[in-house]
């Protein structure tokens, strides 16, 4: 990645190869082979620095010059595994303040937040300083400007079980789902935060079954809750969970016609039907009902899977009523 900026010499700025302390050192060009095909137009700076960085690992310096130009190189290109794995070495050798570093690179999260190698340097300076305690005010702090930011989320999860800070997250989630019922990534969190504390146990399914419902009828249509529901519910059979199947029907008789709240309850009638239950034919009727209002009118983007759906359940039980009733 080049570093564009027109401006590389502006300020107090200056080159290594102008540099009288790097003098010794014989910079390395880049080895783009004989015919190079689409070569990158690297500015003068960016090359420069990545000159005497390579010319550094060749020669496997660990000095205080050297780990100047990581934090040069990774400026240039943060996404640089090379730079930040180096820079690491020389953290360990130089027996450098981890603490300083730790402020370092949460400026460079600040300026890169969706960078992987600058949240995995975080993770390893967390992890040898033994001491979390900025990380869950630092991760806080990243989504409140991006609420799913993918990295931010995994590293709050590392340090949640590393460190065992799970007392408040619950907390959390609900000021996150409050602000933005549909972010998917805290309804992930929430799922994640029980499965790795109280489990759940029946007690945790009622309350979440029940939290759920409650965010469902404020907003009928958001897919993430729904989702949510069947992983609470994941081994159970949902048609049989006490007040759930009245629960939709009395979201359908509303004239919601959300097509979650459709697919859920096509769900529940093919566990009926499995189940062999009683008035085969009428739960049949209702799931292909509801089917067709999928494929016609509610989700016709998905209406190719509705209708396969649909011929799915009608050979696999229409043919078996006719049976059981001849």
């Not at 050798?93 to 400026?107: F, M, R, V, W």
Request: proline content about 2%.
């Amino acid at each position: 990645m080049a570093d564009s900026d027109s401006s590389e010499h502006a300020g107090d700025y200056v080159l290594y190869c102008d540099r009288e302390n790097w003098k010794d050192l014989e910079p390395v060009p880049q080895d783009d082979g004989p015919h190079p095909i689409v070569q990158i137009a690297y500015s003068e700076r960016f090359r420069d620095c990545y000159d005497y960085f390579r010319a550094i690992l060749k020669k496997d310096e660990r000095s205080e010059r050297a780990f100047e130009l990581t934090a040069d190189a990774a400026a240039l290109n943060p996404a640089n595994y090379t730079v930040w794995h180096f820079r690491r070495i020389l953290l360990k050798d130089l027996g450098k303040n981890l603490q300083d570093e730790l402020d370092y690179i949460t400026e460079v999260i600040h300026d890169h937040p969706k960078n992987y190698q600058v949240w995995h340097h975080r993770r390893v300076v967390v992890d040898w300083l033994r001491n979390a305690s900025d990380e869950i005010d630092f991760t806080r702090l990243i989504l409140t400007h991006d609420a799913k930011n993918y990295h931010a989320w995994q590293h709050r999860q590392w340090v949640l079980r590393e460190f065992d800070l799970w007392d408040a997250e619950l907390d959390y989630i609900d000021d996150l789902l409050e602000e933005d019922i549909r972010n998917n990534s805290a309804w992930n969190q929430r799922y994640y935060v029980i499965s790795k504390t109280s489990k759940f146990t029946d007690e945790v399914i009622a309350r979440e079954v029940s939290y759920t419902k409650e965010k469902i009828n404020n907003v009928p249509n958001n897919e993430s809750a729904w989702n949510y529901l069947r992983g609470v519910l994941l081994d159970t059979e949902m048609y049989k969970y006490s007040g759930l199947m009245t629960f939709c029907e009395e979201l359908f008789s509303q004239s919601i016609r959300s097509p979650h709240l459709l697919a859920f309850m096509v769900d529940c009638y093919q566990e009926m039907l499995n189940a062999k239950c009683e008035d085969k034919e009428e739960v049949l009727a209702k799931a292909l009902k509801l089917l067709k209002g999928l494929e016609e009118e509610y989700d016709t983007i998905r209406c190719e899977y509705w209708k396969y759906l649909s011929v799915t359940l009608s050979s696999k039980y229409a043919g078996k009523l006719e049976q059981s009733s001849s």
